[in-house]
């Protein structure tokens, strides 16, 4: 993090003078983020997996710093896939929509539960009217004779609020 | 009977004459600063506070050592646009009056968006420069945007990879001073400020989610890929501000 830079002779004292010109500085940043690697978080050799906590979105007030967790008992035994109990003590192994590997589309990624690193397709919206994702769940409720036949089947929605997404069986169709 | 005029055919090749490092320099319009008529308080719920921030106390230099040692003298002295366009575009946000975050965003992406687009990207003709830059792209719908999940003012995109590289708020300078970074900076917490990092810091690929399943509780969580945040507080009355957040 930089002190706040003035530009011009006419900045305070209270601005750091920079002789150049913000133009310039974005483009030197623009330069430099160009070809900079992923900086994932990670656990700095402890054991257990990063946590990232959700903010108040109703307030205003002090957020959550990230939290280094144990990974979920190991020695848990999974239920049949098809009653799809076991997801309910399942965490997620790694959510990278940035990977195209893993992108179905606009709102659609692959990710991997653990322990057992099942896929499973993660259906997010962005915006704060929860109505699409509310309408999406009461339709795979519906269809819940099809689930795994005709439809995947629906696992989960988050309860959050002002967070939207689903999370659905993935199924992998192979190309002809 | 109305004659209606010949249209102008504006997909022409035109003759720039004006340089790279000429636009570069040119400082940004002023405008005027008009009676607030909303406060900005983020209530994002991917913000998340920084676990650790130290100060880029080398950015000046590092800027420096670009220029001297990166930046070509053929880059510096192509031509990449008119100046008369630049002087449109400069005209579009000079002393217009500023009252919201949102109108500060409007006229970064109008004035600062476009230029910075023109003459590190090529856009609308222009030459690229010999080495690549990430471009300045509007975010605006989230999860369709870019690959990202949630909302920032603008972002840097890797346009070869497809890659968001920086995620960037626009903030009213006029409620984020100086004073405040250096209490950043100098570790004293400051309310305000850190409300801005966390913003940050989470930006929108940092995503996560919890979902719950009857009575049991599904934990999402993300990496984050982010390089830098990059904070701008552009003032674009005078002294015009600029404030980098390196993320470590």
Known sequence: MTRMFGFGPDAPPTYYQCRFQIMMAIYYLSRLAQDQPDTPETTQGRPGFVFLPFADPSRSNAAPTIQIRLPAAQNQQPMPPQQFGWYNQSTLASFEPWKKGNQLGFKSWIVELLPDRVKIVLKMWAEDDDTKKHNEAKSYKLLKPLWGTCVPSFIAEDSWEHSNSIALEYIEVPNR | ?248
Request: some cysteine; aromatic content about 8%.
């Open chain 2, 1 to 248: 009977m109305f004659q209606i005029p010949v249209p102008v055919n504006v997909n022409v090749a035109v003759a720039f004459d004006l340089a790279r490092g000429n636009v570069l320099a040119t400082p940004l319009p002023p405008v005027r600063d008009a009676l607030h008529t909303a406060t900005s308080v983020t209530t994002s719920r991917y913000r998340l506070r920084w676990n650790r921030l130290s100060q880029w106390a080398t950015f000046e230099d590092d800027m420096n050592n670009y220029f001297t040692n990166n930046v070509t003298a053929a880059d510096i002295a192509a031509l990449v646009m008119n100046f008369s366009g630049l002087q449109q575009l400069w005209n579009a946000v000079n002393e217009s009056h500023i009252r919201t975050e949102a109108q500060i965003k409007l006229r970064f992406l109008i004035y600062v968006k476009e230029v910075h687009n023109i003459v590190a990207n090529g856009m609308y003709g222009a030459p690229p420069p010999e080495d690549v830059h990430s471009s300045i792209v509007e975010v605006d719908s989230g999860s369709g945007s870019h690959g990202l999940v949630g909302v920032s003012d603008f972002a840097l995109r890797n346009d070869l990879k497809g890659r968001i590289t920086v995620v960037g708020e626009v903030k009213n300078p006029r409620k984020v001073t100086p004073e405040q970074i250096d209490q950043v900076i100098d570790g004293y917490p400051n309310y305000l400020l850190s409300l801005i990092i966390k913003e940050q810091r989470h930006s929108p690929e940092n995503t996560m989610a919890v979902l719950q399943s009857s009575n049991s509780m599904v934990t999402w969580f993300a990496m984050p890929k982010r390089l830098a945040s990059l904070l701008l507080c552009v003032d674009f009355a005078s002294p015009i501000a600029l404030m980098a957040l390196s993320c470590l």
